[in-house]
C-alpha cells in the first residue's frame, strides 16, 4: 500500500513577515482519497504485519466519531480485508456520518457497554471478542502501537525541505512519537494537545521507550490550546478556522488542525519563536469528521 509522497505548501501572512517567520504546511491530508492523514500512516504497516499472519479480519474500538474508526472501514475496504468496529456505548438508531461511512465500506459495528468498554484491553473482554469474532488482527483505539509509530516516521524522511521545527496535533501521541523518533534529537518537536490535562508527556515517554528510542531531547507538548477539552469549541476557534481556510485554501477541522494552527499563530504573535524560524506544521488530515460536526452553520 503505497501512498504518495504529500505535498508541502508555504502560507504567508502579514504576521509572519511581520515576525519573520517562514510557515511551511506538510499536507498529510492529501496522501489518501479515503483514509487520509496521519491515521493512513499508522495503519500502513500494521495492515502489512496482518497479511504476514494470515489475518483476514481487522477488529478495532474506538467512539462513535472516532477518525481512526473511519479510517479502519476504508483501509479495510481498499486492501482486501473484513472489519469490525468495536463502538463506545448504545446504538444510536441514525448512525452518524463516521459510522454511516464505516458501515458502507462493508465494517461491521459491535457496540459495547461503557463499564466493558473501559475494560477493552483486558483478556477476559478480548477473548470475549474473540469466541464471538474469531482470530483477528486487532489493532488498539486511536490505532498507536510500535508499527503506527513506524509509519509516522516516514513522514520525517519525506521531508525534503528545510525547517526548525516541526509541530503535529496529539490525540494519543502516536503520530508525535514518529516525528520525534525520526528526527533523534536533531530539530525540534513541538505536538499540541487536542485534549485537557497534562499527562500526554508520559505517555510520549512510553511510546518512545516502546519503539526503542534513545535521543529523549528536543521536543514538548503544548497543552494551553485543547479549548476546554477533546471534542470542545469556542467561537474564537471557529472564527479562527473560518478565517485560515479563507485566506490560505487549506481545510481545517476544529477537533486537531484547528486547534495546533490556532495555537501556533498565537505563540507566534506573542513572540514564542525567534526570527527566522522555519516551521512546519503537520497537517494530520481527519477532515471528514467536518460531515458530523456542523460548526460552520
Ligand atoms: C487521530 C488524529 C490525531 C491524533 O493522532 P495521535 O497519533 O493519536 O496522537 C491528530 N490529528 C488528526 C486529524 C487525527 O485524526
Redesign the pocket.
Known sequence: MQSLKTPIQEIRDPLLDEKGIKFLVKRD?LNHPVVS???FR?LKYNLEQAKLEGRDTLLTFGGAF???IY?VAGAGASFGFKTIGVIRGEAHETLNPTLAFAQSQGMYLHYMDRESYRRKSEPEILEQLESQFGKCYILPE???NGL?IKG?VEIISEVDQDFDVIT???????????LIAGLNGTKRVI?FS?LKGDF?KDEVYTLLEEVGTENLRNWSIQTDYHFGGYAKVKPDLISFIQEFERAHNIPL?P???GK?FYGLFDMIRNDFFEKGTVIMAL?????Q?NAGFDFRA
Open positions: 491530508d492523514g496521519n491515521k499508522k472516532s477518525n481512526h479510517a486511536g490505532g498507536t503506527a509516522c503535529c496535533p496529539v490525540g494519543t501521541g502516536g503520530t508525535v512519537s514518529g505536538g487536542a500526554l477541522e477537533i486537531y488542525t495546533m497537517h494530520t488530515g481527519g477532515l469528521g
